[in-house]
């Protein structure tokens, strides 16, 4: 925690708890893999699985960070329900069709965004490296363990997410409900099909290409 | 009857509102003598208040009418402004001889403007322009003012694109517009300067607490920046260098609109401005150089144009311009009252010389090309004598009020104190020889020599004989005329500015100049005067009563006003045009314009084109992700430096 | 807090202060009674007790939320439910302005959906509740509750942009906002999660009072978070680079969406990145100033020049929203309190404007709302006399054109620019406003020459077209040219008497459209001429702004 020079390594020095390190080291490999490889991927069921790779990844960073409950939960909410749901779409679209990303509609593009998302998070690292993080401010919704004589032994990680759940974020834990209820009326609204009506009738100078409508269902997912 | 005097800008407005509720039911000719009647009222008013105002001395003079608080105080940020009238000398003479000036030339627009499609349009313009410089002129602060400002500059815009028809129409308003916006940057940001360094923005001179009379008070840097910021916006509305080839373009406008408008009232605005910050103008000598070097400069610039021009409109803008000109002149070297009266006389000669333009205009169907024309004395007897008064008035020859006020000026400007002074009267002398000698030419080629319009074959035919103009045209002529001559004794010579009437105190306090001339020569000053308008006359008549077509004396340089226009486009037009369009083409071009290409192409190779759109996506997002970059970049940046 | 968690029981509740969300409530109860009526009934309910119920729904939480403002002003601003959110002048401000601008957005979207013939509560539901998000925004104390109420907001409007789904434009700009939102959000979540990990919280006074008691000498993992912040902010304020979706999405959404969507959309995100910046990270000022003078700048520049060349009439305001967004972010770049008042008070102007503009442009787009190019408003003043009128009004306010509103929005914040010493800026903003000025008033120009009068070519043939489905919906509209009185002070300027017998097109003003233009209109100009209560009430707002 001592304030050094930029590239004073400090950070980097393996700390005394090495399990965590390395388990830490081991599934930030796997979240980031994951990640890749869902963009990368061709077939979408294997792009949905490696999903999953990421999300169990970050199970795993939870469970390193004692958040035993939230780890769980991770695991049955996401990769249980969320990706399923995902995989259904896909095979409901049909699994045989890929995604040629190799064709390449605007010249150069891939190439800058590779460029341009790699300067960013060489940015964020730099802009991170050798400051002050963790600052030693206690999270807003407590500890874990209250008792620092007595490390692990101290109030279940339960507890603290649904004190602060009811209290600190009892707000933000009820707008919620309107975004998952805006989320659903959108969604119905999307999935409509058009009735009969007035047609748009475009300017003749317009500039605009015409383009396809992106089917509705890519939305609402 | 002063406290009521917002009901001088407010008759207008009436005149207004019922033009643009009924002004097409009412239709022609009543919409016309509404709003002539409208106007009248209120130069009438203004006499009763003018004469209460005469009534007091001294500080009792000023009278600041609170209208209603407009924005009223805000605690801590302190910013106040009331709807409130300054009812001084200084503002009552712009006030008579705008609302006198509006009625003459309402009058004649009921002539001029028989039969156009838009006659009740035009009269709704006029009402709102004159209700607009009448707040201008008797606004309180300089939010007040702000406003008719930009109330004259937008009705000035409609007018000039009045026949919108035309495309020259139609691009002079821009032009119009354009150089004033830029201008008005300057009157916004004295504003501020002003409220910042005094906290307030009401004028209230002679400690009435405004920022007039804290002028003392305020760093000598601030005077400067807070005058030169409000010249720039003066330049502009009253068309000084560089910023005057609007003006000229002004004259698409009907005439009675350039005779109002471009030549009577609106234009003397910018020297109504300089004269009403005249406490805080005369202590920056930075200034007062800036504005008499512009103004003498603009003087002989534009009337060496103005010897070169064909049209005769356009001959009559550059004149306007120059006599601007020698307003400023009059500002810079601390003569306001000089300044003052030179705007009314001016008012008065030019706006008659606009109307027997118009008149002769009328007369001939629309002819506007001064070679066109010639021997119209024997068919417009009425236009003809009624113009050589202007003509005579505005060359200073004695006993005219345009010698009077010239001679104001120029005496001004040879008792100067400061070196560059005398330079000053040597240009504005040789600017009267110019003034002289183009006026005379402009008489000389319209009225006297041969019939050339006869030669002139319009659609196969030959025009038909010109006319004289019916009698609410030729009555403001007659007027103005009268005025013209006569003029001059609202301030004759016999002691610098002498002020007979102290019809302008005590806004302008004791004389700038502790420098007086002997009666002596003053008389002999006078002479100069009066023998370089004669000779410049005579050179002219000698000239032109022969031959018309002299190339040697119309150089294309001054035909084409100093090529200002073309480099003002190559300097400012073509680099905004091309950034517009970079900017555009970073849109338009390089984003959409990549991928139209490139949907051209897949549509034509067959495949999908919903990845094109995806294409647009992708696109955005990168652009959103450039930014990101920088903005990511510029912490590190921080983070590292630290 | 960890203190509080010691001291208190185990089982602690909540006291929620009601009043301070009940707004919120308003709107949300409304789109939620309006959902479940419309459902439980066989038949469609009819458009005209949706939107009625809509209005009261924003008009209660109107009047909730300046009992807000007056609860407030007499008992002070304090934070509610746990410190999640807080009341404040600066959070009834906006709530008073969503709001009106959805009492306003709601009669236009009326008037919309009879012309379009489309049934159905969802438009007035998904307006409710995005405005909802808007209120959330404005009145959140916490980056989480932010980022909440921006989903909501953006969530609706995602839907709303697609609503017209017989128009393509209209899918095609709802996928590009959609794409671009959810970029938009993970970069401002992950801003969050960085100030999170630097100061150790989430609450926006907390992290006042971190940064005010710890100065933190390598903070540049906070300041990475504020940049993320900012981007995501910038998006949905439509601020230059972050501007690329505002055309497409501007264009291709049903026009009072889109005036929804400029008025409400910047509403809550100006708010939310005001609040942010100024009381939060009001200690880094140094640090982000330069930044969003970059930005502004650029919104400036960017907004006014390329609206410029602009033939599409949604485009062009489109890209002058950019050019407004620009001048509200110089508010924000003079970081004082004054800067804030002058943001607000432009928020409220634009808010207006915005509505009104697109609510004539919606009308003017004819059935089917496709046709906004130019050209289609030549002359526009002899068949619409009062819709020209409007319109014209509310372009010279936007061109900051005295006694309007919008003059003294631009003053407000150009005078806390000049406060600032941000001369510079000042300079540049008002040279934007003249460009800006030109093709405002180009339109106004455009409206009020007879059609065809310069031989355009494109401006013949496009006025024949649309008979048939308008004859339909002209029985529930007024008649052309006798629009509700309440227009009769407002576009002065404008309201030449036209003749009416011309080959008039069969142009119909919804009543309630009208209703709305007549608001907006009255809002313009009454509180142009008197600006008096509105410079009040935004002062007021940033006087408790610090709770």
Known sequence: ?221 | MLSHAYLIPLLPLAGFLVLALFGRRIGEPWAGWLGTATVAGSFVLSLVTYGALLGRTGSGREVTDVVYNWIPAIPHSGFQVSASLLVDPLSMTMVLFVTGISTLIHLYSIGYMDGDGDFPKFFLYLNLFVASMLVLVLGGNLLMTFVGWEGVGVCSYWLISFWFGRDSAASAGKKAFLYNRVADVGFLLAMFLVFERTGTLSYGSAGGGGFLGQAASLPPSTRTAVCLLLFLAAAGKSAQFPLFPWLADAMEGPTPVSALIHAATMVTAGVYLMCRIGPLLSLSHTAQLVVSIVGVGTAFVAASIGCAQQDIKKVLAYSTVSQLGYMFLAVGTGAYEAAIFLMVAHAFFKGLLFLGAGSVIHGLHDEQDLKRMGNLRRYMKLTFWTVSVGVVAIAGIPPLSGFFAKGDVLDNAFAGSLFPWKVMWAVGLATALLTAYYMTRLLVLAFLGDDRWKAVVDGGRAKKDPHESPWVMTVPLVVLAVLAVVGGALNLPGHLSFDPLRWLAPVFGPGAFEEHLSGSSQWVLGVVDALVALVGAGVAFRLWSRETERPALEPALLQRSWYLDEVTDATLGRPGQALARMAASFDTRVIDGAVTGVARLTRGAGSGLRRVQTGYVRQYALGITVGLVVLVGYVTFLAVAR | ?547
């Open chain 3, 1 to 547: 807090m960890t203190a509080l968690l010691a001291a208190t029981p185990a089982h602690l509740t909540v006291k929620i202060a009601y009043l301070s969300i009940l707004p919120m409530l308003a709107l949300l109860g409304g789109a939620l009674v309006i959902l479940v009526w419309s459902s439980l009934l066989r038949r469609p309910l009819e458009t005209v007790w949706i939107t009625s119920l809509t209005v009261l729904a924003a008009t209660a939480a109107l009047v909730l939320s300046l009992m807000q403002y007056f609860d407030v002003i007499h008992h002070g601003a304090h934070v509610a439910i746990d410190g999640a959110i807080v009341s404040d002048g600066f959070s009834a401000f906006v709530a008073v302005l969503v709001s009106a601008a959805v009492v306003v957005a709601a009669l236009v979207g009326d008037g919309w959906l009879q012309q379009e013939t489309i049934r159905g509560p969802e438009f007035h539901v998904l307006v409710l509740v995005s405005a909802s998000g808007a209120m959330v925004m404005g009145a959140a104390n916490d980056l989480i509750v932010v980022f909440l109420g921006l989903e909501i907001l953006s969530i609706a409007l995602y839907v709303l942009a697609a609503f017209n789904a017989r128009r393509r434009q209209s899918g095609e700009a709802a996928l590009k906002y959609f794409v671009l939102g959810g970029f938009s959000s993970a970069v401002f979540l992950y801003g969050i999660a960085l100030v999170y990990g630097s100061t150790g919280t989430t609450n926006l006074p907390q992290i006042a009072s971190y940064l005010a008691q710890n100065y933190v000498l390598h903070n540049g993992m906070l300041l990475a978070g504020l940049a993320l912040l900012l981007v995501g902010f910038g998006f949905k304020a439509a601020a230059v680079p972050f501007h690329l979706w505002t055309p497409d999405v501007y264009q291709g959404s049903p026009s009072p969406v889109t005036g929804f969507m400029a008025a409400v959309a910047k509403v809550g995100a100006f708010a939310a990145l005001l609040r942010v910046f100024v009381s939060s990270f009001g200690l880094l000022r140094a640090d982000w100033q330069p930044a969003v003078w970059v930005i502004a700048v650029a919104s400036l520049l960017l907004g006014a020049s390329v609206a410029l060349v602009q033939r599409d009439i949604k485009r062009m305001l489109a890209y002058s929203s950019i050019n407004h967004a620009g001048f509200i972010l110089l508010g924000l770049q003079a970081g004082s309190t004054k800067g804030v008042e002058g943001s607000l008070y432009y928020l409220f102007a634009y808010s207006f404007l915005a509505l009104g503009s697109f609510a004539v442009i919606s009308v003017v787009g004819g059935p089917g709302d496709g046709r906004h190019g130019l050209d289609r408003y030549r002359g526009l003043a002899r068949r619409q006399p009062w819709l020209a009128g409007a319109l014209a009004l509310f372009l010279v306010a936007q061109a900051g054109i005295p006694p309007t509103t919008g003059f003294w929005a631009k003053l407000e914040v150009l005078q806390a620019a000049a406060g600032a010493h941000s001369y510079a800026l000042a300079v540049i903003a008002m040279l934007s406003a003249v460009i800006a000025g030109f093709f405002y008033l180009r339109v106004v120009v455009l409206m009020y020459s007879p059609a065809g009068a310069t031989g355009d070519g494109a401006a013949t043939g496009t006025i024949v077209d649309t008979v048939e489905p308008a004859r339909a919906v002209g029985d529930e509209g007024e008649p052309v040219g006798v629009a509700p009185g309440g227009e009769a002070g407002s576009g002065a300027v404008a309201l030449l008497e036209a003749d009416t017998g011309e080959s008039a097109e069969p142009l119909v003003i919804p009543g309630t459209t009208g209703i709305a233009l007549a608001l907006c209109a009255g809002a313009t100009v009454v509180l142009g001429i008197y600006p008096a209560w509105l410079t009040d009430f935004a002062h007021q707002a940033t006087l408790l702004f610090h709770p």
């Open chain 1, 1 to 221: 925690m001592v304030p050094g020079a930029l590239f004073h390594f400090s950070w980097l020095k393996i700390p005394a708890n090495r399990i965590d390190f390395l388990t830490f080291v081991f599934s930030a490999a796997i979240v980031l893999v994951g990640a890749v490889n869902v963009v990368r991927q061709r077939n979408p069921v294997l792009a949905a699985l490696s999903l999953v790779m990421t999300l169990f990844g970050v199970a795993v960073l939870f469970v390193e960070q004692q958040a035993n409950f939230l780890a769980a939960v991770q695991i049955i909410v996401y990769a249980g329900a969320i990706v399923v749901l995902f995989l259904f779409v896909i095979m409901f679209l049909g699994v045989d069709r890929e995604e040629s990303i190799s064709e390449e509609p605007l010249r150069g593009q891939r190439f800058w965004a590779y460029l341009l998302m790699a300067l960013t998070f060489v940015g964020l690292l730099l802009a991170g490296l050798g400051s002050r993080f963790g600052s030693g401010v206690p999270s807003v919704a407590g500890t874990l363990n209250d008792n620092p004589a007595h490390p692990r032994s101290a109030t279940p990680d339960v507890v603290v997410l649904g004190k602060s759940v009811f209290t600190t974020y009892l707000f933000a834990f009820e707008i919620t409900s309107a975004l998952l209820v805006i989320a659903v009326v959108g969604a119905v609204v999307l999935a409509r099909r058009p009735g009969a009506g007035p047609l748009a009738e475009e300017d003749d100078d317009e500039v605009e290409v015409e383009v396809e409508t992106a089917e509705p269902e890519e939305v609402s997912t």
